[in-house]
T-cell receptor, first 114, second 110 residues
Framework: DAKTTQPTSMDCAEGRAANLPCNHS???????VYWYRQIHSQGPQYIIH???NNETNEMASLIITEDRKSSTLILPHATLRDTAVYYC???????????????FGKGTKLSVKP | DGGITQSPKYLFRKEGQNVTLSCEQN?????MYWYRQDPGQGLRLIYY???????QKGDIAEGYSVSREKKESFPLTVTSAQKNPTAFYLC?????????FGSGTRLTVV
């Protein structure tokens, strides 16, 4: 699976949009971009994933560049409860064995401030 | 509600003792995973199972053992051979759509 690079930490004001970048310059054509977040002392929570097109759901939007070498997760109106570590992961969507394993880096610690 | 249940949430163990962490899912997922997380670090894979009665070592399997006798259950045993077992342990299951994680077990060796 391709390696990702994320900033170690970011701050965001409550009510503003939080834009979390991720670089994945070695991504392969069949690899998806996944985002998870982990609130302190809890299990990671799925947020969104995409292949080429931009995606939006009730939690966030995912913007993938045309060359697919980077992406941005957007939380449109950040709240204090969005304070968490956000992980960007790229992997094939299907597949057994080691292809099925998510590789979590250290992620970005997002702090939403009042 | 469907999900993954890990128990207990907190666990204390004396040095030299084996301890088993429970993981149960009612999502009907075939694949299940155990991860370890240390403070300020990402998740590292211990063991995974693609199907009942089959499991494979992950990146840090030494000192751990698992079983997969039922689709719903994937218990992890931390043995006395694990030299640094104090950590946060996460269980997950996977569908083609994505992963679902449990709420974790925090193991402390005293």
């Amino acid at each position: 699976d391709a390696k990702t690079t994320q900033p170690t930490s970011m701050d965001c004001a409550e009510g503003r949009a939080a834009n979390l970048p991720c670089n994945h310059s070695t991504i392969s054509g069949n690899e998806y971009v996944y985002w998870y977040r982990q609130i302190h002392s809890q299990g990671p929570q799925y947020i969104i994933h995409g292949l080429k097109n931009n995606e939006t759901n009730e939690m966030a939007s995912l913007i993938i560049t045309e060359d697919r070498k980077s992406s941005t997760l957007i939380l449109p109106h950040a709240t204090l409860r969005d304070t968490a570590v956000y992980y960007c992961i790229v992997r094939v969507q299907r597949g057994g064995g080691s292809q099925g394993n998510l590789i979590f880096g250290k992620g970005t610690k997002l702090s939403v401030k009042p | 509600d469907g999900g993954i249940t890990q128990s207990p949430k907190y666990l204390f163990r004396k040095e030299g003792q084996n301890v088993t962490l429970s993981c149960e899912q009612n999502l009907n997922h075939d694949a299940m995973y155990w991860y370890r997380q240390d403070p300020g670090q990402g998740l590292r894979l211990i063991y995974y199972s693609q199907i009942v009665n089959d499991f494979q070592k992950g990146d840090i399997a030494e000192g751990y053992s698992v079983s997969r006798e039922k689709k719903e259950s994937f218990p992890l045993t931390v043995t006395s051979a694990q030299k640094n077992p104090t950590a946060f342990y996460l269980c997950a299951s996977k569908s083609n759509y994505g992963y679902t994680f449990g709420s974790g077990t925090r193991l402390t060796v005293v």
